[in-house]
């Protein structure tokens, strides 16, 4: 796999990524051999008996975060901890972003007693719990190549008494508890900066501000030097200002050892500290600065940081951002501080340049030394850059980065990830028309869906890709895709009998699939939700100026300028609509069925399985049609798991019982408008489908978290394609609100009422 820029600048190339035939491997998932193709798409097979790789358990457990200096004013707190871990198999440790929960877990990884087989420490942050599990599962095993089955894990598991830390674990309840259950015999302990565990799932550990003892010594510690005594007034007032977060100490500490002057800043200006700050970085620390900003939220190694920026000795500009409080320092590798994001990419005046971003990364990812699990280590960042290519005018370099690291991702087994990265690629192969680069990720979303047990949405995909590669004349593709879908679902008795796969070389016939519209707007609709939705930072877009006009577009003006594909799905939603697809999908199949010589049985039980669907989004009425008429491949026995899939859950709207970041919320229908609580006040919301807002007081939480309100913040909530999650987001609040602004609802929520 090699990148092959055009003759041009070096700010702004023209890509063109050349796919080695040679780009294979093979891993086991489950019940299936994947054979990854990075070129024709992958393919699978189902396991030989007795063909099951057995992992061999490791005999200890010794996986630690690299050691920090020891947080100071924490002994009570590591002494709560313990005997919280001692006592609880499932312990959440939480605060406010600066609080030090990282600081204080890893501190407790390195200090507490291990497991009787030993400690694991892991980094939740932007990663679903199914990779977390699969991570691991590999730490405690060697397994090279083979993610087990759900039940097969947590057989494997069973048995295994080791401490596993999990930082930045903001997760929702269900989602802590199933990562637990996965090693039941384990003892875990998340850190966030919400609390979701309620008492009786096990034990809660707070982590609030220092004490001023502890915090004058935290800034003679930074300041390499005593608090003089005409110091110690504004050093209190600095800490009682800051409530005691470490993190406002460090960069007031860091400012006073700027060069400009010597004195600690007035306790006035906490919420002006990162402007002087970031002003009087050097050139090389500035750099690196911006580029972490530009991957809000992701980490880069410093080898990474060195080959991008061009400069070296970033390690030790990268501990000095830290000691600053504009850094994190995660495992290997450091990432820019959320609130530090937005200052520093308006001094640079937009982001880091994404040619030579995307251009290292491809590169880096072709490299033979190059391994999976450095690929999946960089998952965010290579995330990252595709959707701000996206947003910012460029998704042909969206495309290079998702087609270079797809493959690779596949073959990590981290398939949360891989999906997200499918997602982005696919809706940049929309924007460019890349019509080979679209076949191939709704390829691969095809394979992903198979092996994660989605079996008739896979049937699908399949169908689908088979067809756009016959379409380009790829008859080696479409066979992998023909092949595949035999999975899709578990083959019974097909409705037509399938004529043999036709080998690679050989011309292949023209699938059976349903009306192109149709299968694609069900491709679309599922393809689409892949993603979550646009960043709502400053650093989403290029310019502080443009952000401002992304926080203020509709809902809808944000489905249509990410994904069109979106705002048909919110107009499925209306009646009319709904009983037109079900009158036209019962027709169809019922004509259907007949015509591939299906029995009067299956006729009619698709006939009334259409009729059925006359109380659902229409998204789902066209996906089950294409189910029906598409490929035929599909089995009568998979008409129960269809209507199980996508008829199970009535709901087809944002109303109902809610798990949130900050615990159970009810949202109330009244009419066509909507409400959720807030300390006690109904809150409107406004929208359908799936795209949904509401205006949000911020709350002044030094006087408990239902405080004065100091201003409103814009609540974004983009609902899936099955209404089982939503994505919160939520805009910089206006108002006397200030950078420690934290929406406490932000993040993923998930159904509770099915």
Same mark, same amino acid.
């Given at each position: 796999?090699t ?34 193709? /990075?070129?024709?798409?992958?393919s ?72 009787? +087989? ?125 409530q ?9 500490a ?25 002003a ?5 620390? /500035? ?19 060195d ?26 590798g ?39 699990a ?7 960042a ?8 996206e ?6 370099? #969206? ?20 999906g ?8 940049a &192969? ?25 079996r008739?949405? &896979? ?26 879908q ?52 400053? &650093? ?14 509709t809902? /809808? ?9 979106t705002?048909?799905?919110t ?11 079900? +009158? ?8 259907? &069925? ?6 009067? #049985?299956? /006729? ?12 659902f ?20 026995? #998979? ?107 932000c ?8």
């Open positions: 796999m990148e092959q820029p055009t003759p041009s600048t070096r700010e702004n190339r023209a890509y063109h990524v050349d796919i080695a035939g040679d780009a294979h491997r093979s891993v086991v998932v489950g019940d299936h051999n994947l054979l990854v193709d /990075a070129q024709h798409g992958s699978v097979t189902l396991l030989v008996q007795g063909r099951r790789p057995t992992p061999t358990r490791r005999e200890s457990i010794s996986l630690l975060p690299r050691r920090q200096p020891e947080p100071i004013g924490r002994s009570d707190e590591l002494t709560a901890l313990g005997r919280a871990t001692r006592e609880s198999g499932l312990v959440q440790l939480f605060g406010p972003p600066g609080i030090g929960t990282s600081a204080l877990l890893r501190h407790a990884a390195h200090r507490l007693p291990p497991g009787h +087989h030993g400690v694991l420490y892991l980094n939740a942050a932007g990663r679903e719990p199914a990779d977390l599990a699969q991570e691991i599962f590999e730490a405690c095993y060697d397994s090279a190549g083979y993610a087990p089955s759900e039940t097969e894990l947590r057989r494997l598991m069973t048995g295994i008494r080791a401490v596993v830390y999990v930082d930045n674990a903001d997760l929702g309840r269900e989602q802590l508890i199933a990562l637990a259950d996965t090693a039941r015999d384990a003892t875990f302990v998340f850190a966030g900066h919400r609390r979701s565990l309620n008492s009786g799932d096990g034990a809660v550990v707070e982590l609030t501000g220092l004490d001023r003892e502890s915090a004058e010594l935290l800034l003679a510690r930074e300041l390499d030097r005593p608090i003089g005594p005409d110091e110690r007034t504004t050093a209190e007032d600095l800490w009682r200002t800051a005691g977060s470490p993190l406002h100490l460090l960069r007031a860091g400012l006073a050892g700027s060069g400009r002057t010597s004195l600690l800043p007035r306790p006035g200006t906490i919420a002006e500290l990162l402007p002087p700050l970031i009087g970085l050097d050139a090389p620390a /500035a750099d690196v600065l911006h580029l972490l900003a530009t991957l809000d939220g992701a980490d880069l190694t410093p080898r990474h940081l080959a991008i920026t061009g400069r070296t000795g970033t390690t030790a500009t990268c501990e000095r951002l830290t000691r600053l409080g504009l850094l994190l320092a995660e495992d290997d450091f990432r820019c501080v959320s609130d530090a994001a937005p200052v520093a990419l308006d001094r640079a005046d937009g982001p880091y340049s994404l040619d030579l971003i995307c251009a290292h990364f491809t590169d880096w990812i072709a490299r033979p030394a190059t391994t999976p450095e690929v999946a280590r960089h998952s965010a290579l995330e990252r850059t595709a959707a701000l290519a947003a910012t005018g460029r998704p042909e370099l #969206a495309v290079a980065v998702a087609r270079a690291a797809s493959p690779v991702m596949a073959g990590s087994l981290r398939f949360g990830a891989w997200r990265l499918l997602g982005h690629g696919w809706s &192969a929309q924007q460019t028309e890349d019509r080979q680069a679209e076949a191939y990720f709704i390829h691969e979303e095809g394979i992903r869906s198979l092996l994660t047990g989605r008739v949405l &896979a049937g699908v995909l399949l169908g689908q890709a088979a067809l756009l590669w016959h379409r380009l004349g790829d008859t080696h593709a479409a066979s992998a895709a023909l092949n595949a035999h999975y899709a679902p578990a083959a019974v008795q097909p409705l037509a009998a399938p004529t043999a796969p036709a080998a690679p070389h050989l011309a292949l016939p023209t699938p059976t699939a349903p009306d192109p519209a149709t299968a694609a707007h069900s491709v679309s609709t599922h393809m689409s939700s892949l993603t979550p939705a646009p960043h709502a930072g400053p &650093a989403a877009l290029p310019h502080p100026a443009a952000s401002a006009a992304h926080h203020a577009a809902p /809808a003006a944000h489905a249509t300028a990410a994904h069109a594909t705002a048909h799905g107009a499925a939603h209306a009646t009319t609509a709904h009983a037109t697809a079900a +009158h036209t999908a019962a027709h169809t199949a019922a004509h259907t &069925a007949g015509a591939t010589g299906a029995t009067g #049985a299956t /006729a009619t039980a698709a006939a009334g399985t259409a009729t059925a669907a006359a109380g989004s229409g998204a789902k009425v066209l996906l089950l049609l294409a189910v029906l008429v598409g490929g035929g491949y599909i089995a009568r026995e #998979a008409l129960p798991q269809l209507l199980d899939d996508l008829f199970a859950t009535p709901p087809d709207s944002i109303a109902g019982t809610w798990s949130t970041p900050a615990g159970t919320t009810v949202v109330d229908s009244s009419g066509s408008d909507f409400t959720i609580p807030d300390c006690g006040t109904p809150i409107r919301i406004t929208g359908s489908g799936s795209s949904y807002r509401a205006t949000l007081p911020v709350h002044n939480t030094k006087y408990g978290s239902c405080g004065p309100a100091i201003g409103s913040s814009t609540l974004n909530l983009e609902l899936s394609a099955d209404f089982r999650t939503v994505r919160a987001t939520a805009s910089t609040p206006v108002g006397d609100a200030t950078d420690s602004f934290e929406c406490s609802v993040g993923t929520w998930t159904r509770l009422d099915q």
